[in-house]
Nanobody
Framework: QVQPLESGGGLVQPGGSLRLSCAAS????????MNWYRQAPGKARELVAT???????NYADSVKGRFTISRDNAKNTVYLQMNSLKFEDTAVYYC?????????WGQGTQVTVSS
């Protein structure tokens, strides 16, 4: 079964850091754009960060300067380094692989920012 697998979520205090990982299998990882989305309770899922096949990155305004997306094609893994976390970053974070008509979603990992 093709499904990205997220890890690294947890509970962190405001101002803290977490690194999410997403390990992919079952498809040619390097051929896909990779994205991190998040969904907070009662809110729509939103795109947080993108890294293209060629390594170009893009971020939501709400996380620019705090989050960094990266990928390691040799390990079929995409990362999201999250620094200076805020209460409003609390959400389930999802890994997404996308290329043209093909798309795969992970099951999500919970990130909770709380004092």
């Amino acid at each position: 079964q093709v499904q990205p697998l997220e890890s690294g979520g947890g509970l962190v205090q405001p101002g803290g850091s977490l690194r999410l990982s997403c390990a992919a299998s079952g498809f040619t990882f390097s051929s896909y754009n990779m994205n991190w989305y998040r969904q907070a309770p009662g809110k729509a899922r939103e795109l947080v960060a993108t890294i293209t096949r060629g390594g170009i990155t893009n971020y939501a305004d709400s996380v620019k300067g705090r989050f960094t997306i990266s990928r390691d094609n040799a390990k079929n893994t995409v990362y999201l380094q999250m620094n200076s976390l805020k209460f409003e970053d609390t959400a389930v974070y999802y890994c997404n692989a996308h290329w043209i008509y093909q798309e795969y979603w992970g099951q999500g990992t919970q990130v909770t920012v709380s004092s």
